[in-house]
């Protein structure tokens, strides 16, 4: 078994071994949902690494790089071992391989996020002196269940805007969104993003953000002076309607905010998994 970084390895053998590494696992991805998914969270391969067995990658992690909170910070985008390895802390293995690279790098912080209900990892991730930042909340509904996108406003229009209006109308979010649903992964994936703005008066009150191809509402967030106005039905009705997907799912709202999972609850999207921010100083 070797050790080494993906730099040189092709989009084609990565996804391979993401199939590979999830087969028996519930949810599978299909190719563009990945390379879509890389893309977004800012995949870099020389500072992603890989065990590798008889010239197969039988564990790896996919790290993506950026700044988070103003610090250079290494994400994982993705961890996963073929099953009939796994139990043998490769994963571990490769995490501990890839720190001195990441800190030569000037990667100051590692961030990532697991399911609430992954034990076994998260006891791992402490051992290694990971930290909750964070809880998340994730919600998920097929579109023929959402209810209530009833919208009577005759002074508004949802209509396309571009993404400097998205990042000046960021002052509506109630809280800073994960890794993911930040500007920098926004501003990487928004040739295949769709940003809507709700507008009144020639004014912005309310943005929001979509990936039709995968049913992520990215971004959500009406100007507090204007809610409860049915902006944020009017622009989740219209999301809808661009959305390739027969489901929306809405990922990563931080649990100490109430007003974005209400008006979820008020259509029928459902809390549907819970979520940690974990991260470690490097």
């Given at each position: ?173 109630d809280f800073a969104p994960s890794w993911q649903n930040s500007i920098e992964s926004i501003e990487r994936a928004k040739s295949q993003l769709i940003f ?39 622009m989740l009705q219209r999301a809808i309607e661009l959305m390739k997907t027969d489901f929306i799912k809405v990922l990563n709202i931080s649990d100490d ?26």
């Amino acid at each position: 078994m070797e050790f080494k970084n993906l730099e040189n390895i092709d989009f084609e053998t990565i996804f391979h071994a993401f199939q590979q590494a999830f087969a028996d696992y519930e949810i599978h991805f299909d190719k563009e949902e990945v390379r879509s998914m890389l893309t977004r969270r800012g995949y870099n391969p020389k500072l992603s690494f890989a065990a590798i067995e008889d010239g197969e990658i039988i564990s790896f992690t996919l790290n993506g790089t950026g700044f988070f909170n103003g610090l250079p910070t290494a994400y994982d985008t993705g961890t996963g071992t073929l099953k009939e390895y796994r139990g043998h802390g490769i994963a571990t293995k490769i995490f501990n391989y890839s720190l001195p690279y990441l800190k030569e790098a000037g990667i100051k912080q590692y961030l990532l996020e697991v399911l609430q209900n992954n034990t076994k990892a998260i006891t791992v991730y402490r051992q290694l002196n990971f930290n909750i930042t964070r809880q998340f909340d994730c919600f998920k509904q097929t579109i023929k269940n959402i209810v209530n996108l009833q919208n009577n406003s005759t002074d508004l229009t949802i209509q396309p805007i571009d993404l400097e209006a998205v990042r000046q109308a960021q002052t509506f979010c109630d809280f800073a969104p994960s890794w993911q649903n930040s500007i920098e992964s926004i501003e990487r994936a928004k040739s295949q993003l769709i940003f809507l703005g709700a507008i009144r008066n020639d004014t912005v009150v309310g943005f929001c953000i979509i990936d039709p191809t995968t049913g992520d509402l990215t971004q959500l967030a009406v100007n507090p002076e204007y809610r409860r106005m049915g902006i944020g039905s009017a622009m989740l009705q219209r999301a809808i309607e661009l959305m390739k997907t027969d489901f929306i799912k809405v990922l990563n709202i931080s649990d100490d905010n109430q007003t974005l999972p209400q008006f979820l609850n008020s259509k029928n999207i459902p809390l549907a998994t819970k979520q940690y921010e974990m991260k470690l100083k490097l």
